[in-house]
């Protein structure tokens, strides 16, 4: 069973900010959201990642709703170097893994 | 600081022929773990290890053995090989995920071709 939810791609215009969402409608307390991307099948790299509270980094920002159903992923000024596959994962502290899903192509044009 | 390097980083196999993927990382992580993904999806846990000496089973680990003798290293062994195993193969490190300072890295990946 999946435990998120996301678009299976998006455009983005470089220089504005990219929203991408995620729903993970069965999210339990003790559980983390992370976001991961893929560029052009290199080994995917962190992004950030958070518990209840919005988390911000030098690369995005990650908002997640009161309720801890949904989350997004905002990249502020999108660059073409943006441009990958862009993962919303779910899982345990000490759950020791990730399990990946099919993620969202994000493309940024100039 | 080289963090996770996959060795080789290509390979083509016949039918039947073994192999061992070796990875190594610098960062003394204690996990570590690999992945393989097959065009247009997303990784797929093979085996992974939360320490040396231990190895577990992930979501595909039919046809894959794996060892964790050294803290550093871990090898991901294909007997017989299969086309079916045609894939890109991810190696990943980390501490224990979650909470703070805590992330996964990856490799730059092996691509294995069986005829």
């Known amino acids: 069973d999946a435990k998120t939810t996301q678009p299976p791609s998006m455009d983005c215009a470089e220089g504005r900010a990219a929203n991408l969402p995620c729903n993970h409608s069965?999210?339990?307390?003790?559980?983390?959201v992370y976001w991961y991307r893929q560029i052009h099948s290199q080994g995917p790299q962190y992004i950030i990642h958070?518990?209840?509270n919005n988390e911000t980094n030098e690369m995005a920002s990650l908002i997640i709703t009161e309720d801890r159903k949904s989350s997004t992923l905002i990249l502020p000024h999108a660059t073409l170097r943006d441009t990958a596959v862009y993962y919303c994962i779910v899982g345990q502290s000490n759950d020791y893994k990730l399990s990946f899903g099919a993620g969202t192509t994000v493309t940024v044009r100039a | 600081n080289a963090g996770v390097t996959q060795t080789p980083k290509f390979r083509v196999l016949k039918t039947g022929q073994s192999m061992t993927l070796l990875c190594a990382q610098d960062m003394n992580h204690e996990y570590m773990y690999w992945y393989r993904q097959d065009p247009g999806m997303g990784l797929r846990l093979i085996h992974y290890s939360v320490g040396e000496g231990t190895t577990a089973k992930g979501e595909v680990p039919d046809g894959y053995n794996v060892s964790r003798l050294k803290k550093q290293n871990f090898l991901l062994g294909l007997e017989s090989a299969a086309p079916s195993q045609t894939s890109v193969y991810f190696c990943?490190?980390?501490?224990?995920?979650?909470?703070?300072?805590?992330?996964?890295?990856f490799g730059q990946g092996t691509r294995l071709t069986v005829v």
């Open positions: 990943a490190s980390s501490y224990p995920l979650g909470g703070m300072n805590t992330e996964a890295f």
């Open positions: 958070g518990l209840k």
């Open positions: 069965t999210i339990s307390g003790n559980e983390y």
